[in-house]
C-alpha cells in the first residue's frame, strides 16, 4: 500500500534555538510550534506536555494530588454511572470564569 503526500503537510527543516528539526507537518501545526516558539520555556513545556497527553506519549501517568483523590474518584465513579453534566451546567460553570 502506497501513502500519498497531502497537501496539508509540509516537509521542512525548523530551527528552534540552535537545534534544528526534519519533520512532515501539517500547515497548522508548524503555525501552533512558530507559536508556541515565542513563549516562555515554563509556557513552552507546559504545552508540550499537554501535546504528549494527547498524543499518547507521555511516559506515564499524571500523578494525582492526595487532596484531589477523593474527588477524582467520585468522578470516575460518576462516568462509570454514566452520570455527565447537563449542557446548561456546563454553559453555567463557563460562565463563572467570563467574570
Known sequence: MTRRRSRSHSAGLYKFGKRR???RVTK????ALEAVSRLSPESQDEIARAMLRLAGNDGGPEEIDAAHLPAVLEGLAQ???????????VEAAFRRFDR
Open 21 to 23: 528539526y526534519a519533520a
Open 28 to 31: 497548522l501545526l508548524e503555525q
Open 79 to 89: 462516568a462509570s454511572r454514566r452520570e455527565f453534566a447537563s449542557d446548561g451546567e
